[in-house]
């Protein structure tokens, strides 16, 4: 149960969801813009769901643009990722009718991103610049021709990429895709390599650390995987995911305080909504011997996520922990 149960929570995070239902063709774009109205590339943003689970992220192009398509009906929260810039964080809900035979939609929301004024400068270098690298042409024209033939659902985007490090092995960007694209795809060794070399150019990417913990923990080096999740999180304190699988990592070495720490971190911050934070949760309380507290979160999980999988086994685990309390 749990096994399967924890699978389903791979498929969070930076990657897109890969089954979606065939007539789900709802559609939301738009532009990232700063103050002064300018687009601003290369920014993270991420697709939640009603649960507010990540369930899609993309980076904007060089005119700030975004996409997310195939949306089945439903309430989603659009929302740019601004750690490692000094600007604030900004989201935004649409939704989509589920009333029978209602018309596909297409919605377009705009950010305009406000520097915080707490942050003198960011550590990534100028506003809204994620990473600064100096490219050559060809490699820069390789890797645009890839992401925009990924962006089309075209699989020899992947060769254009790898010809881009290939000829620029630093080539931050396409590494971090790369890796990406691959970790989507379940190749966990080379998503490992490609985040390795990534973190190595971009010590403050939160993308390659959070993908690296991700490739490592799937590889079984869990030590490792805490190790680059960490940094993540301190990159983006206010990402669910990397405090989600922080706790994932440190519940695998049986490091359960601090696994504790780091999923009630993520808890706050989906506001208490989160069911697969619930369910991490009464993993680690159970392995502690608070029963009582792991029937509570199971609870939680089946409200959040009352069309899980093996619904009954979950109902007979919360039975069975409430006798032990």
């Known amino acids: 149960m749990r096994r399967a149960v924890f699978f389903s929570l791979v498929a969070l995070g930076i990657f897109i969801v890969g089954s979606v239902q065939a007539n789900a063709q709802n559609r939301i774009n738009g532009f990232v813009f700063d103050e002064a109205r300018r687009p601003v590339a290369q920014m993270y943003v991420e697709l939640l769901d009603e649960g507010y689970s990540s369930i899609a992220r993309t980076r904007t192009g060089g005119t700030g643009l975004f996409n ?3 949306l089945t009906a439903g309430q989603y929260t659009v929302r740019v990722l601004t750690g490692g810039t000094n600007f604030q964080q900004q989201s935004i809900v649409v939704t989509f009718s589920n009333i ?32 600064a690298q100096e490219v050559p042409a060809n490699a820069k024209r ?32 396409a590494l971090d895709r790369l890796g990406n694209e691959y970790l989507n795809r379940g190749h966990f060794q080379a998503a490992f390599v490609l985040f390795t070399k990534a973190v190595d150019v971009n010590p403050k990417s ?23 999740l960490s940094k993540a999180s301190e990159i983006d304190s206010s990402s669910i995911n990397a405090q989600l699988y922080l706790g994932i990592a440190l519940h695998s070495v049986k490091k359960y305080d601090q696994a504790l720490t780091a999923l009630k971190k993520a808890d706050d911050l989906s506001g208490g909504t989160a069911g697969e934070v619930q369910f991490q949760l009464a ?6 011997g608070k029963f009582a507290k792991a029937a509570d979160a199971l609870e939680l999980y089946l409200k959040y996520k009352p069309d899980a999988p093996n619904v009954a086994e979950i109902k007979e685990a919360v039975s069975s922990l409430r006798k032990k309390s």
Not at 283 to 288: G, N, S
């Open 68 to 70: 997310f398509s195939n």
């Open 206 to 228: 939160f993308s390659s650390n959070f993908g690296l913990g991700l490739a490592a923990f799937r590889l079984k080096q869990p030590e490792m995987a805490v190790k680059s």
């Open 283 to 288: 993993r680690v309380y159970k392995d502690q």
């Open 142 to 173: 390789l890797y645009e021709g890839g992401a925009a033939d990924l962006e089309s659902k075209k699989e020899e985007g992947l060769v254009k990429i790898k010809e881009s490090i290939e000829a620029f092995p630093n080539y931050f960007d």
């Open 100 to 131: 029978p035979g209602a018309r596909i939609g297409s919605e377009q929301v705009d950010f305009y991103l406000r520097t915080d004024p707490k942050i003198k400068q960011s550590p990534a270098g100028a506003p809204g610049v994620v990473f």
